[in-house]
């Protein structure tokens, strides 16, 4: 038990690192050092793992299908063990209730539903007969998004897409790669994985309520001086199988959560997943004071000190998307430049139309492109 309960907070540190690490809060610590070295790590392992897959495409897809396909197989073999072994032991109040039976029945369909969808609806591709509709929906910001073009699909890339290198694509109001599901998430689907995550932690809080209901009642009946351990690790196989399921759904049901509430707050700031580390980027340089608009270009820059050939340092701006320099500190005089002090007051999130526009538009709303 020590040693699963170690595994699992070691889990949980070093998926919070990943996710928190690059917060400008932590930039100088322990913890944003650790959080370069597993993004190095883990940038290094997915070259090297798409370097074998881009040389064996069969291979590729199959490992990728590999994750839903286990995703699905487990939680199908739970179900299962729900079926087979707790289910005959639960307390007739919940067998002999229809609730309970509607609620186990659409729990298991919204799951499978989702997951489907989730799964194999487009998540809002770039094409030649988009593109220009997208563009206008999504205009860049000067900030985090700018007028570019990918290489790869030779399209304009409106602001909010990102080319997936997995799915080979131009993906819009691209979120991030959902290994779970072998898919981007992205402006049409996004809705499902929201869905598919919900669905999930209803899934596992109704089988957890109901696998530790199998376990109160049995310990009603047959062993009421047994400690809960005992119980789960020495009596009967459908104890035990209750037990597992109710200490499963109890880890995950808390991990599931929090994640979907991450994406709540990113509703309610208005960003995407693959948007909160560029916001992250300009909040870092608005607390360096090195964020600067020059009025007179309508565009944002990094003020920075650049050191020249005969060892001198001499102040520069730079353009943001791709640190060009603008000009250097002999032609300041020639511009108006106002230095942006709060991300609060000095700055706009044009994409950010308030948590419940946000939400309508990315959950509710069936995208039109
Ligand atoms: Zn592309
Ligand atoms: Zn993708």
Same mark, same amino acid.
């Given at each position: 038990?020590l040693?699963?309960?170690? !595994?699992?907070?070691?889990?949980?540190?070093? !998926?919070?690192?990943f996710?928190?690490?690059?917060?400008?809060?932590?930039?100088? =610590?322990?913890?944003?050092?650790?959080?370069?070295?597993?993004?190095?790590?883990?940038?290094?392992?997915?070259?090297?793992?798409?370097?074998?897959?881009?040389?064996?495409?069969?291979?590729?897809?199959?490992l990728?299908?590999?994750v839903? !396909?286990?995703?699905?197989?487990?939680? =199908?073999?739970?179900?299962?063990?729900?079926?087979?072994?707790?289910?005959? #032991?639960?307390?007739?109040?919940?067998?002999?209730?229809?609730?309970?039976?509607? *609620?186990?029945?659409?729990?298991?369909?919204?799951?499978?539903a989702?997951?489907?969808?989730?799964?194999?609806?487009?998540?809002?591709?770039?094409?030649?007969?988009?593109v220009?509709?997208?563009?206008s929906?999504?205009?860049?910001?000067?900030?985090?998004?700018?007028?570019?073009?990918?290489?790869?699909?030779?399209?304009?890339?409106?602001?909010?897409? #990102?080319?997936?290198?997995t799915?080979? #694509?131009?993906?819009?109001?691209?979120?991030h790669?959902?290994l779970?599901?072998?898919?981007?998430?992205?402006?049409?689907?996004?809705?499902?994985?929201?869905?598919?995550? !919900?669905?999930? @932690?209803?899934?596992?809080?109704?089988?957890?309520?109901?696998?530790f209901?199998?376990?109160?009642?049995?310990?009603?009946?047959?062993?009421q001086?047994w400690? *809960? *351990?005992?119980?789960?690790?020495?009596?009967?196989?459908?104890n035990?199988?209750?037990?597992?399921? =109710?200490?499963?759904?109890?880890?995950?049901?808390?991990?599931?959560?929090?994640? =979907? @509430?991450?994406?709540?707050?990113?509703?309610?700031?208005?960003?995407?997943?693959?948007?909160?580390? $560029?916001?992250?980027?300009?909040?870092?340089?608005v607390?360096?004071n090195?964020?600067?608009? @020059?009025?007179? #270009?309508?565009?944002?820059?990094?003020?920075?000190?650049?050191?020249?050939?005969?060892?001198?340092?001499?102040r520069?701006?730079?353009s943001?998307?791709? %640190?060009?320099?603008?000009?250097?500190?002999?032609?300041?005089?020639?511009?108006?430049i106002?230095?942006?002090?709060?991300? %609060?007051?000095?700055?706009?999130?044009?994409?950010?139309?308030?948590?419940?526009?946000?939400? $309508?538009?990315?959950?509710?709303?069936?995208a039109?492109?």
């Amino acid at each position: 038990m020590l040693l699963l309960g170690s !595994v699992i907070v070691a889990f949980g540190a070093l !998926v919070a690192i990943f996710i928190l690490g690059d917060q400008p809060r932590f930039r100088g =610590t322990w913890i944003h050092s650790l959080y370069l070295t597993l993004t190095r790590a883990s940038g290094r392992l997915t070259r090297w793992v798409g370097i074998i897959l881009d040389e064996n495409p069969a291979v590729g897809s199959l490992l990728r299908w590999s994750v839903p !396909v286990f995703y699905c197989c487990i939680v =199908t073999f739970c179900i299962y063990l729900f079926f087979a072994n707790v289910y005959g #032991k639960l307390p007739p109040e919940i067998k002999g209730s229809l609730f309970h039976h509607l *609620w186990i029945f659409m729990s298991i369909a919204c799951v499978a539903a989702s997951t489907t969808m989730v799964t194999f609806v487009d998540p809002g591709t770039a094409t030649a007969s988009n593109v220009d509709l997208a563009t206008s929906l999504f205009p860049a910001n000067g900030l985090i998004f700018f007028e570019k073009r990918c290489s790869t699909c030779n399209l304009q890339k409106p602001a909010r897409s #990102k080319h997936c290198s997995t799915c080979n #694509k131009c993906v819009l109001l691209y979120d991030h790669h959902c290994l779970w599901v072998n898919n981007c998430i992205g402006l049409r689907n996004y809705r499902w994985f929201m869905a598919y995550l !919900v669905s999930n @932690i209803n899934m596992m809080f109704n089988g957890g309520i109901l696998c530790f209901s199998e376990l109160r009642y049995q310990r009603h009946l047959h062993y009421q001086n047994w400690g *809960w *351990w005992a119980l789960i690790t020495r009596t009967t196989e459908y104890n035990r199988i209750a037990g597992i399921l =109710t200490i499963l759904t109890a880890l995950f049901v808390p991990i599931t959560s929090i994640f =979907t @509430i991450l994406h709540l707050r990113y509703l309610y700031l208005g960003i995407t997943t693959n948007e909160a580390g $560029k916001w992250g980027e300009i909040e870092h340089l608005v607390g360096l004071n090195a964020l600067v608009y @020059i009025v007179e #270009k309508g565009q944002y820059a990094e003020r920075a000190t650049m050191r020249d050939a005969d060892g001198s340092f001499t102040r520069a701006y730079l353009s943001l998307d791709d %640190e060009i320099v603008l000009f250097t500190e002999k032609e300041e005089s020639r511009y108006t430049i106002r230095r942006i002090q709060s991300m %609060e007051t000095d700055l706009d999130n044009i994409y950010d139309k308030g948590f419940w526009n946000n939400f $309508k538009e990315r959950v509710l709303t069936i995208a039109q492109i």
